[in-house]
């Protein structure tokens, strides 16, 4: 089946910091990726949908300037979240969207600690 | 906007018996519905999905739900629990297969020799 990884799967940083994770299509070519964030104890809940090529599509109340999305190649989409908080301590999924059936697959998540 | 309700964030069940995780959703357009499993240290993965055609969708690992519009529901079941079905389940909906999944919380189920 589609594999989807992301790097790193775990990172602590400093307050003020930027971090950077990465969500990789392994075997398929992704037009389309999509970041979620998880709470602990809470669902799943969609902060932006990212486009290969073009900006990507934000949900209401998910800050754009801090949660920066770069999808520039097929394969690749990129969360950075800049000047990072201890309430930007969070679970952070992505999915790869397979061009032809438009399922979803999921990376495994990177867990997020901010200090 | 869409929603979700998963009730019961713990599910215990005995090993040989129905496995059944409720989902019910909101959604303003016809909705595309799924169920996903995630074991420790794995992303989601698909177990089924219902798309507007039969309403009793079966997945894999032998689960299969039933879409009910009159009860916006679209509970998963199992008539026979394995060891390996303990895991975490979500149900996500996606107005109109619009690709914009909103999910439940989440249901962890263990499994009772």
């Known amino acids: 089946g589609a594999v989807v990884s992301q790097h790193p799967s775990w990172v602590i940083c400093k307050s003020g910091t930027s971090v950077k994770i990465e969500c990789r299509s392994l075997?398929?070519?992704?037009?389309?990726m999509f970041w979620y964030r998880q709470f602990p104890k809470q669902s799943l809940m969609l902060m932006a949908t990212s486009n290969e090529g073009s900006k990507a599509t934000y949900e209401q109340g998910v800050e754009k300037d801090k949660f920066l999305i770069n999808h520039a190649s097929l394969t690749l989409s990129t969360l950075t979240v800049t000047s990072a908080h201890p309430e930007d301590s969070s679970f952070y999924i992505c999915?790869?969207?397979?061009?032809?059936?438009?399922?979803?697959?999921f990376g495994p998540g990177t867990r997020l600690t901010v200090t | 906007a869409q929603s979700v309700t998963q009730l019961g964030s713990h599910v215990s069940v005995s090993e040989g018996a129905l496995v059944l995780l409720r989902c019910n959703y909101s959604s303003s357009v016809p909705p595309y519905l799924f169920w996903y499993v995630q074991y420790p240290n794995q992303g989601l993965q698909l177990l089924l999905k219902?798309?507007?055609?039969?309403?009793l969708v079966k997945g894999i690992n032998g689960f299969e739900a039933e879409f009910k519009k009159s009860e916006t529901s679209f509970h998963l079941t199992k008539p026979s629990a394995h060891m390996s079905d303990a895991a975490e389940y979500f149900c996500a909906v996606s107005p109109g297969g619009n690709n914009r999944l909103a999910f439940g919380k989440g249901n962890q189920v263990v499994v009772i020799p």
């Open positions: 219902y798309t507007s055609a039969a309403t």
């Open positions: 075997d398929f070519q992704a037009t389309t």
């Open positions: 999915s790869a969207m397979a061009p032809m059936s438009h399922e979803q697959y």
